[in-house]
């Protein structure tokens, strides 16, 4: 009960107000207990901000080491005479069609243009295997070689123009690894992981440099070949964490 005092000294009991004190007691512990939830709250937050600041820095330096190495592989090609695009925000190496084009519906390297095309698999290796040294390779997951068509269809070959695509892929592949002066270095190289680096992958017309391609010129650009470099990834638990902090 609430005692008070009157203006005779004497104490009273304030019969009206019995759970004033109880009351009190709670509300101050609630806010302790508050309190208490904030502080882990912002504890948690922080380490979780810190887990992706170190997730964001990983995937950046990823990113340049990448770029880096593209723009060392299109450097080493222009002194031997190639002239090689780096696209797409830094992450494709694209073989013009100057240097490598397939005539329509065929999968077959041109016999004019093994040489540049044995080149460019050379200076590939070569490149990969100095960042092998330098340690950049671990922040490579997979180098695609990719196949492409025009959007005319090929309902002559078998899987149509998917299966001309990754033909295509294949033959380069196969060229640089069996028939080139690679002796097989490409095919033994090993991402971060450990697994092979390299795969081929076709993509039909579905990515066309020119749209509409409704002339030879701009059909025979979109029969190409290009080479996508991919970095590994953060782990997604990493960003999970921070919405964990919230759900709960």
């Known amino acids: 009960m609430f005692q008070r005092v009157s203006g005779d000294g004497r104490r009273h009991v304030d019969e009206e107000n019995p759970y004033w004190i109880s009351f009190s007691d709670i509300m101050a512990g609630l806010l302790v207990i508050f309190i208490l939830a904030s502080v882990v709250f912002i504890i948690q937050l922080q380490k979780r901000r810190l887990?992706?600041?170190?997730a964001i820095r990983e995937l950046s330096e990823a990113n340049k080491n990448r770029a880096d190495l593209l723009d060392e592989i299109k450097k080493k090609l222009e002194e031997r005479g190639i002239l090689v695009e780096v696209s797409d925000n830094k992450t494709v190496l694209r073989i013009p069609d100057e240097y490598l084009f397939?005539?329509?519906?065929?999968?077959r390297i041109p016999p004019d243009?093994?040489?540049p095309v044995a080149a460019i698999g050379n200076t590939l290796h070569s490149a990969l295997r100095q960042g092998i040294k330098d340690g950049r390779h671990q922040f490579l997951d997979t180098i695609f070689v990719e196949g492409h068509t025009d959007s005319r269809p090929a309902r002559t070959l078998e899987l149509g123009n998917w299966g001309l695509s990754a033909n295509r892929a294949i033959q380069v592949w196969r060229f640089w690894?069996?028939?080139?002066?690679?002796?097989?270095?490409l095919a033994t190289l090993l991402n971060f992981e450990g697994k092979f680096l390299f795969s081929i992958s076709g993509y039909a017309a579905t990515r066309r440099l020119r749209e509409p391609d409704d002339t030879e010129e701009k059909q025979r650009k979109n029969r190409r070949i290009?080479?996508?470099f991919t970095v590994r990834q953060p782990v997604i638990e990493q960003y999970q964490g921070?919405?964990?902090?919230?759900d709960n």
């Open 51 to 54: 887990d992706v600041e170190q």
């Open 113 to 115: 243009k093994q040489a």
């Open 242 to 246: 921070v919405l964990d902090v919230f």
């Open 177 to 185: 690894t069996e028939e080139g002066a690679d002796s097989n270095g």
């Open 226 to 228: 290009d080479l996508r």
């Open 102 to 107: 397939f005539e329509t519906r065929s999968y």
